[in-house]
C-alpha cells in the first residue's frame, strides 16, 4: 500500500493515465487483515521470521482505506482490490496451506466499502495461489469452494446484480494440474 497519499505528485500521476486501473495488493495481501467489524482492532505488520515473506499478518485501517478512496475518487482511477484468502487457513509446509478461508473479515470489509459507496470494479481473490504459486498456495479444490462462498456473499451484499463487481479468480500462474 502507497506510503504518502497527500503526495502532490501521486493524484497527479494516477490523473494523467485518465482512469487508470490500480490494483491493491501483491505479496502481503493474504496477510492483511481489515481493521473492521469482529477483527477491529487489529495491529499492524510486524516482522516475524516465520511469516510470508518475512512478514505476519498486517492491519488496514479504515481511515486508510477512506483516504485511499477519496484519493481514487478524485482521480478517476478503476480499483481492483486485492482480498485476502488465506485468513482462517494454516501454514502446512513450506509454501502450503490448507483449512477452510474464514470469510467474516472479508464480509466485514466488503460491507463496510459498500456502505460508503467505494466503487471497486473488481474483487480479486488471494494473491497468486494457485499452480505452485509465489510465496503461498492453496489445493485447488478448497480454493473453488472458497471462491463460490465469495461469490454468494457478494451476491448478498452487493444487492442488484448489475451494481456487482467482478470476482478475479485465481489471479495466479496459470498451471495446468491445478486447474484440472
Ligand atoms: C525485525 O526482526 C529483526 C530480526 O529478527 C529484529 O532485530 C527487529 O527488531 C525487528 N523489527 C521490528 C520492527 O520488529
Ligand atoms: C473467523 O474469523 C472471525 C474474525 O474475523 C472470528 O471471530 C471467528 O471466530 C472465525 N471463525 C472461525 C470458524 O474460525
Known amino acids: ?3 504518502d497519499l ?3 505528485f501521486l493524484a497527479q500521476a494516477i490523473q494523467e493515465f485518465h482512469n ?3 490494483r491493491l495488493g501483491g505479496s502481503l495481501q493474504d496477510r ?6 469482529t477483527n477491529s482492532p487489529c495491529s499492524p505488520f510486524t516482522n516475524v521470521s516465520n511469516g510470508l515473506f518475512g512478514f505476519s499478518a498486517g492491519c488496514l485501517s479504515m481511515d486508510r482505506w477512506d483516504k485511499l478512496n477519496d484519493l481514487f475518487q478524485k482521480t478517476g482511477a478503476i480499483i481492483t482490490f486485492g482480498l485476502n484468502a488465506l485468513h482462517g487457513r494454516y501454514n502446512v509446509q513450506r509454501s ?3 483449512g477452510k478461508w474464514n470469510s467474516t473479515n472479508t464480509y466485514d470489509f466488503v460491507e463496510y466499502t459498500i456502505s460508503k459507496g467505494y466503487p471497486v470494479d473488481s474483487w480479486e481473490f488471494g494473491n ?3 499452480g505452485h504459486g509465489t510465496g503461498a498456495r492453496v489445493d485447488a479444490k478448497l480454493y473453488g469452494k472458497d471462491v463460490i462462498e465469495l461469490k454468494s456473499i457478494l451476491r448478498q451484499l452487493y444487492r442488484t446484480p448489475l451494481s456487482q463487481p467482478l470476482l478475479l479468480a485465481p489471479g495466479g500462474f496459470f498451471d495446468q494440474q491445478w486447474y484440472t
Do not use: M, N, T
Not at 32 to 37: E, F, M
Open 96 to 98: 502450503f496451506w490448507a
Open 1 to 3: 500500500f502507497v506510503q
Open 128 to 130: 497468486e495461489l494457485s
Open 20 to 22: 487508470l486501473r490500480i
Open 32 to 37: 492483511v487483515v481489515y481493521d473492521v467489524g
Open 6 to 8: 497527500d503526495h502532490p
